[in-house]
């Protein structure tokens, strides 16, 4: 089975500044990732997803950026953040024709 | 846009009592149902799934059944611990470009288990 590394766990930043986020996975190739993002109390929503390395889909048009640099690797990214990127951000591979694994997330809040 | 909702943000039931978590999916060429538990400051953890041949399936204390002609889905807990509080989602599968598939995810129960 797939194992998920996100980090950081958390994360403050100042409105405007840069962001960056990490996700590896083990266990698998070619897999397919995902980066979701769920508000406080909410449910979880499509971000970006990636069928292969350079290839990326936009679900929602955002401040935000993805990049799949390597096979294993997806980096979901912001030139200037704004206050309405806070949440929690979620990391998933495709580990089956069905189903995902999520990682253990990221919790961002932009002050 | 088609998505999946709850009936019920949220849920309070006794320990030891069984807990029924409903879901409800509008979108009727969906094939596969997956509910996750999410605790808190974690990431959504597989609990179980079904396929949409299927009404019922049944894992370690809890069952899943699909009634596809309501699109309705439920998460059926037998004899509920402190450990089960958690927020649940349901997912439902839907194919989109040439190999990923995409979950859309209803905006889940919080269920909280009472001593």
């Known amino acids: 089975s797939q194992t998920i590394h996100q980090w950081p766990a958390t994360l403050v930043q100042p409105v405007g500044s840069p962001l960056s986020l990490e996700c590896t996975v083990e266990?698998?190739?070619?897999?397919?990732l995902y980066w979701y993002r769920q508000a406080a109390g909410r449910g979880l929503q499509l971000l970006f997803y990636?069928?292969?390395?350079?290839?990326i889909s936009s679900e929602v048009p955002q401040n935000l950026s993805a990049s799949r640099p390597q096979d294993r690797q997806f980096i979901l990214s912001s030139k200037k953040l704004l206050l309405s990127d806070s949440g929690f951000y979620l990391c998933?591979?495709?580990?089956?024709?069905?189903?995902?694994?999520f990682g253990s997330g990221t919790r961002l809040t932009v002050v | 846009g088609e998505s999946v909702g709850l009936h019920l943000p949220t849920l309070s039931v006794q320990e030891g009592d069984n807990s029924i978590i409903n879901c409800a999916y509008s979108?009727?060429?969906?094939?596969?149902f997956i509910w996750y538990k999410q605790e808190s400051g974690k990431g959504p953890q597989f609990i179980i799934d079904?396929?949409?041949?299927?009404d019922k399936r049944q894992g370690q204390r809890v069952t899943v059944l699909l009634n596809k002609t309501v699109k309705h889905l439920s998460l059926q807990i037998a004899a509920t611990q402190p450990g089960d509080s958690a927020v649940y989602f349901c997912?439902?599968?839907?194919?989109?470009?040439?190999?990923?598939?995409?979950?859309?995810f209803g905006s889940g129960t919080q269920l909280t288990v009472l001593p």
């Open positions: 079904i396929r949409s041949n299927m």
């Open positions: 998933a591979c495709q580990d089956s024709a069905y189903g995902y694994t």
């Open positions: 979108n009727s060429a969906s094939d596969y």
């Open positions: 997912a439902e599968n839907r194919g989109f470009g040439s190999s990923a598939r995409q979950l859309t």
């Open positions: 990636s069928v292969g390395i350079g290839q």
């Open positions: 266990g698998t190739s070619n897999p397919n």
